[in-house]
């Protein structure tokens, strides 16, 4: 078990998933959490993080730092996203072990599922078949630390658990269109092209695809759940169990944000994995559910890109 006066590293604290697990945490009493940003701590630099790990002996970590982006950046830069993802993962983990750590929690993505897993996607699918292409080396580098993981607590009792955040949006998302992910690419192009007076808005793919998307604030909820309540080996999934499509998403988005124009879907661009939704069974039978529904998370992360889009990663 965690106590509210354990120092609790969150790596990536200022990132879409860390800063929400640092919100949620603080809401819960836990005082004592500690970050560093990219500038104060290369987490790819082994000796920067023993050193850092020496200094602050944390009692929890998680680990929630990654580089991370949408389809073009996962096809562009595979190399990066497998080594720099690798590189941290690696570094975290055993320091944690050297160090005592008593907990430690491991975020995956559901994209290192395989391409044509069962639907909805259960936690053994893990490993039962090839991965979708376009995000291969995120994947397997994600798949990498989630094994570490377990091999820790096999080998060394370490109590390490893993899961495996859905879709994720909200507050602190990345808006940059180069590397960013469905939902708020759709929230930036909707709101330029309301300000400037488009009459369209260009979209990637054919709209067909099925996603499931969980709002940042209800995951670190979660997150923070399996920090107090779980220990196994297995890694769960989180998420909400319902999926809607791309072009369903899309008329959301249009909708909340009050563009009038027309979408114009760019269908010589890549769709991505067909269908990508999880089965949250085993999170619900530990106790948690989700509380934000899609249409309301959309309004709340599109009311946060308003009032913060000068300070947004665009």
């Not at 604290?13 to 104060?40: C, F, P, Q």
């Not at 936690?123 to 377990?150: F, H, Q, R, V």
């Not at 808005?201 to 709209?207: N, S």
């Not at 989180?238 to 944000?257: D, F, N, P, W, Y």
Request: aromatic share 8%; proline share 4%; hydrophobic share 35%.
């Amino acid at each position: 078990m965690i106590g509210h006066n354990d120092k609790i590293y969150v790596a990536g604290h200022r990132g879409l998933v860390g800063s929400a697990i640092v919100r949620n945490l603080e809401s819960k009493g836990y005082t004592n959490i500690i970050g560093r940003t990219h500038k104060e701590l290369d987490l790819t630099d082994q000796a920067a993080v023993r050193a850092f790990f020496d200094e602050e002996k944390p009692d929890v970590v998680v680990l929630a730092a990654a580089k991370v982006g949408g389809i073009n950046a996962n096809n562009t830069q595979p190399a990066m996203f497998a080594y720099e993802n690798m590189q941290i993962q690696c570094n975290i983990i055993n320091e944690s072990h050297k160090h005592n750590v008593k907990k430690l929690l491991f975020l995956g993505s559901t994209c290192i599922y395989p391409r044509m897993a069962p639907q909805p996607i259960p936690e053994d699918a893990l490993l039962t078949g090839p991965l979708e292409e376009t995000n291969e080396a995120y994947a397997i580098a994600k798949i990498s630390g989630l094994e570490m993981c377990k091999f820790y607590k096999r080998q060394y009792g370490d109590d390490y658990i893993s899961c495996m955040p859905t879709n994720l949006y909200g507050p602190h998302d990345n808006y940059d269109l180069s590397g960013s992910h469905v939902m708020p690419a759709m929230i930036r192009k909707f709101h330029e092209a309301k300000v400037n007076g488009n009459s369209t808005v260009e979209l990637w793919g054919t709209g067909t695809p099925l996603r499931e998307f969980l709002y940042v604030d209800d995951m670190a909820d979660a997150c923070v759940f399996l920090l107090e309540n779980y220990d196994g080996e297995q890694h769960v999934n989180i998420g909400t169990g319902k999926e809607v499509s791309i072009k369903e998403l899309a008329e959301t988005v249009k909708k909340t944000v009050g563009f009038e124009g027309e979408i114009v879907w760019n269908t010589d661009m890549p769709d991505g994995t067909p269908r990508k939704l999880t089965d949250v069974t085993r999170l619900h039978s530990l106790g948690w559910k989700h509380k934000v529904d899609l249409e309301e998370g959309v309004k709340l992360a599109y009311e946060w890109f308003k009032e913060n889009v000068d300070q947004a990663r665009m």
